[in-house]
């Protein structure tokens, strides 16, 4: 059972991992490059019809010269009285009103040439940013292989994927299964339902003991029925990285969709841990009430309820555990949901397992080859400082159960 850890006050300071590095902007000035077949100046071509020239300054819209100045629009000069209109003069015959002559024939302009091609600019490599599809192995009992008695059954079809199926069908109102795994850790399980139950194998591969056990009166239990199993891991994550009695999902599970949101932009899974952690110890508050319940023995059993802890915004250590196992699991990150003592106080809380470098929220550093204990419980309703000496490297903490 779990009692209250928290001693201190204070918000958690959320500190944001830095985000991948985000793609260059575009080379200034590329518009520019890519403006080919600009006109060309009279300098470089000769003027057009209708443009000055150094023959002929001054020039008016008619393409007049200084050949003929003072000449009025019908064309007549001094030099050229009694001249028509088309503008044809003893000097110049047959001229038109454009006012060319021989002088000064009209200029075609030079075709430009056809400019170098601008080199297209270099693509900006992709980056992208993590799978966060939702990740949600159903458990399931196929019956391929199981054990068992007239009322208990233990479906073994997926020792592979780190998981046993188990039900009890008897009379007895309290009944627990315990399962002992190759380094001799114990895990306990309470199994009053008929319908099947994950129970993960979180000790890898060995020769695990699995008992079912009906009690008799107090604590004292008999042995309904026990087996032994050989097990070997297609995967060592896989029993951290599905569902279980403890950490009890599914695809419709609204913790998963809230996980995909939040780890939407992520592009690590440092970054998705830090995501998920941040709004946990943000918007989930410590239940005093549950706790003094479960205390006082009014309570018993408990199993978190995932979606009601996200709705409710209170939970218990177990509650904070078993929904970011649940947001993280579903993200592909490898997430036990661990239970033992924290100093003097029973408690719950989560261990993760990350490939990538670096710190979450100032507190626990991923080296990229371990497990790495996070409290959200804790952190919850304390200092970032007084969180991070109290976790210090883990040795407040005494691990009992493994889920």
Request: proline residues 7%; charged residues 15%; glycine residues 8%.
């Amino acid at each position: 059972m779990c009692i209250p850890l928290l001693t201190g006050c204070g918000d958690a300071t959320s500190i944001s991992v830095p985000s991948a590095g985000q793609p260059p902007e575009e080379q200034s000035g590329i518009m520019g490059a890519l403006q080919i077949g600009a006109t060309s100046s009279p300098e470089a071509f000769g003027s057009t019809a209708s443009d000055d020239s150094t023959e002929n300054p001054g020039s008016s819209a008619s393409g007049d010269s200084l050949e003929s100045p003072g000449s009025t629009a019908s064309g007549d000069s001094p030099e050229n009285p009694g001249s028509s209109a088309s503008g044809d003069s003893p000097e110049n015959p047959g001229s038109t009103a454009s006012g060319s002559s021989p002088e000064s024939p009209a200029r075609t302009a030079v075709p430009a040439d056809t400019p170098a091609p601008t080199a297209a600019p270099t693509a900006t490599p992709f980056v992208p940013l993590r799978d966060n599809t939702p990740y949600c192995p159903v458990p399931s009992a196929p019956g391929t292989v199981t054990y068992g008695n007239d009322v208990t059954t233990i479906d073994a079809s997926n020792l592979e994927q780190g998981y046993i199926m188990a039900n009890y069908t008897g009379s007895c109102s309290k009944v627990k299964l315990q399962i002992i795994g190759p380094d001799s850790h114990t895990c306990n399980y309470n199994l009053n339902t008929s319908q099947f139950q994950a129970i993960p194998l979180t000790a890898g591969d060995g020769s695990y003991t699995v008992t079912v056990n009906e009690n008799i009166q107090g604590k004292e239990y008999s042995v309904s029925y026990e087996v032994n199993l050989d097990v070997s891991l297609s995967d060592p994550f896989s029993p951290y990285l599905a569902p279980s009695t403890y950490v009890n999902y599914d695809a419709d599970t609204h913790a998963v969709e809230l996980a995909a949101q939040l780890c939407e932009t992520a592009s690590s899974d440092l970054e998705c841990v830090s995501a998920v952690y941040n709004y946990i110890i943000e918007n989930i508050e410590y239940d005093y009430d549950k706790a003094g319940q479960i205390t006082s023995g009014a309570l018993s059993g408990y199993i978190a309820d995932i979606d009601a802890t996200l709705d409710s915004g209170k939970g218990i250590c177990l509650d904070y555990a078993a929904l970011m196992a649940c947001m993280l699991r579903t993200q592909h990150i490898p997430t036990r949901l661990e239970v033992g003592y924290a100093s003097l106080a029973y408690h719950a809380w989560v261990s993760v397992y990350l490939t990538d470098v670096g710190w979450v929220n100032g507190i626990v550093e991923f080296d990229g080859s371990s497990w790495n204990l996070m409290d959200p419980t804790y952190a919850a309703s304390n200092s970032e400082e007084d969180v991070r000496e109290f976790i210090g490297d883990g040795t407040n903490y005494t691990v009992r159960y493994i889920y």
